[in-house]
C-alpha cells in the first residue's frame, strides 16, 4: 500500500531550473509550521514538502519522502525529538537535521549533535538566518549554530575538550572530536583518511575505554 498524506500536510513542489531543497518542518505548535510554510512559500531554492505535528509522523515523512533538510523542533516534546533524529541517524537516513528550538542549555545540544544532527537554532533567530541555515545543512555543513549559541558555548571542537579525555590516543581523540561533531563513520574516514573499518575500529576501541556503549553516552 502507498504511502497516503492528508491534503494539509503535502504540497506540489514549485519547478525552478535547478531542484529546490525539499524540506519538512516538524512543529508540535500549528501556528509555528504556519509561519514556516509562509516563508518558504517566498523563496525560490526551498521548497516545503509536508509538515509533521508529532515524532511518528515525523519519522514516517522523512523515512517515505526523503526531503533534503528536516526542521525539527524540540517540542514533540523533547524527549520525542531525541528519539526522532537518533533513530533517523541509526537508519543512516540521507535526511539532514536541523533543529530550530527555543531550548538553549547546552546538555540539550550536545545530545542532538551526538544523535547525528548539522545544525541547532533558537528560533529567535531571523527568518534570513533560519533559511541560510537550511542552505548551509542541505550543502553537507556540520556544526551550524545560532550566533548566541556560538558565542558562550564551548563547542566539542576545541582543543581542550579531548585534550582531557584521559586513556584515549592521539587518533581516538580525533576520532571522538568528530563523533561530537555529528559526523558518520564515512566522513570521519574522509576527513582522517582513514578506511571505514580502521574508523570502527578506533570507536570500538574508545567505546571500551570510555565504558559506553553508544555515540551519546561517548560524547558525553
Same mark, same amino acid.
Given at each position: 500500500?502507498?504511502?497516503?498524506?492528508?491534503?494539509?500536510?503535502?504540497?506540489?513542489?514549485?519547478?525552478?531550473?535547478?531542484?529546490?531543497?525539499?524540506?519538512?518542518?516538524?512543529?508540535?505548535?500549528?501556528?509555528?509550521?504556519?509561519?514556516?510554510?509562509?516563508?518558504?512559500?517566498?523563496?525560490?531554492?526551498?521548497?516545503?514538502?509536508?509538515?509533521?505535528?508529532?515524532?511518528?509522523?515525523?519519522?514516517?515523512?522523512?523515512?517515505?519522502?526523503?526531503?533534503?533538510?528536516?526542521?525539527?523542533?524540540?517540542?514533540?516534546?523533547?524527549?520525542? !525529538?531525541?528519539?526522532? %533524529?537518533? #533513530? @533517523?541517524?541509526?537508519?543512516?537516513? /540521507?535526511?539532514?537535521?536541523?533543529?530550530? &528550538?527555543? +531550548?538553549?542549555?547546552?546538555?540539550?545540544?550536545?545530545?542532538?549533535?551526538?544523535?547525528?544532527?548539522?545544525?541547532?537554532?533558537?528560533?529567535?533567530?531571523?527568518?534570513?538566518?533560519?533559511?541560510?541555515?537550511?542552505?548551509?545543512?542541505?550543502?553537507?555543513?556540520?556544526?551550524?549554530? !545560532?550566533?548566541?549559541? %556560538?558565542? #558562550? @558555548?564551548?563547542?566539542?571542537?576545541? /582543543?581542550?575538550?579531548?585534550?582531557?579525555? &584521559?586513556? +584515549?590516543?592521539?587518533?581516538?581523540?580525533?576520532?571522538?572530536?568528530?563523533?561530537?561533531?555529528?559526523?558518520?563513520?564515512?566522513?570521519?574516514?574522509?576527513?582522517?583518511?582513514?578506511?571505514?573499518?580502521?574508523?570502527?575500529?578506533?570507536?570500538?576501541?574508545?567505546?571500551?575505554?570510555?565504558?559506553?556503549?553508544?555515540?551519546?553516552?561517548?560524547?558525553?
Amino acid at each position: 500500500m502507498g504511502l497516503r498524506l492528508p491534503e494539509s500536510s503535502l504540497y506540489k513542489l514549485t519547478m525552478y531550473p535547478d531542484e529546490p531543497i525539499r524540506v519538512v518542518v516538524a512543529d508540535f505548535h500549528p501556528i509555528v509550521r504556519i509561519g514556516v510554510r509562509c516563508l518558504l512559500k517566498q523563496t525560490a531554492d526551498l521548497s516545503l514538502l509536508a509538515e509533521a505535528a508529532n515524532a511518528e509522523e515525523t519519522v514516517r515523512l522523512a523515512e517515505n519522502l526523503e526531503p533534503h533538510v528536516l526542521l525539527l523542533s524540540m517540542n514533540l516534546p523533547v524527549t520525542e !525529538s531525541l528519539k526522532v %533524529a537518533e #533513530r @533517523l541517524h541509526g537508519a543512516a537516513s /540521507p535526511v539532514r537535521i536541523l533543529v530550530w &528550538s527555543a +531550548l538553549e542549555e547546552e546538555h540539550y545540544i550536545f545530545e542532538m549533535f551526538a544523535r547525528g544532527i548539522s545544525g541547532y537554532l533558537t528560533k529567535v533567530e531571523p527568518p534570513e538566518r533560519l533559511l541560510s541555515s537550511l542552505r548551509r545543512v542541505d550543502s553537507g555543513e556540520v556544526g551550524v549554530l !545560532s550566533a548566541r549559541i %556560538a558565542a #558562550r @558555548l564551548r563547542p566539542p571542537q576545541a /582543543p581542550e575538550f579531548v585534550s582531557q579525555v &584521559s586513556g +584515549l590516543s592521539r587518533r581516538e581523540r580525533e576520532v571522538l572530536l568528530l563523533l561530537a561533531q555529528g559526523y558518520d563513520y564515512e566522513h570521519i574516514a574522509e576527513r582522517l583518511y582513514l578506511s571505514p573499518k580502521t574508523v570502527k575500529n578506533h570507536i570500538t576501541n574508545l567505546y571500551d575505554k570510555l565504558e559506553v556503549r553508544k555515540r551519546a553516552e561517548a560524547v558525553a
